[in-house]
């Protein structure tokens, strides 16, 4: 698998044959997290502050059909 990492104007990618996951975070205490390991806190969550309840709104994104997937 290839990793790449771009903001704006900066990138860096690198190979590799570990499991690879991801875990993006706002201030406000909602995040997204995706990985191979299946896990609770994977997915998407929303922070609502009135109520001060997390509520998870995407459990899983998976390629569906047995087409392969092509790599870059």
């Known amino acids: 698998m290839k990793i790449i990492h771009n ?5 860096i990618s690198k190979a590799t044959d570990e499991n690879a996951g991801f875990l ?3 201030r406000r205490g ?4 995706f990985s191979n390991a299946a896990s ?5 969550f ?3 502050a009135k ?3 997390i509520y998870k ?4 994104i998976e390629i ?5 997937v092509d790599h870059c």
């Open 40 to 44: 609770r806190y994977q997915g998407m």
């Open 64 to 68: 569906a059909g047995k087409n392969g």
């Open 57 to 60: 709104f995407i459990e899983n």
């Open 46 to 48: 929303y922070f609502d």
């Open 30 to 33: 909602s995040y997204c997290s």
């Open 7 to 11: 903001l704006g104007v900066l990138s």
């Open 24 to 26: 993006l975070s706002n």
């Open 51 to 53: 109520s001060m309840e």
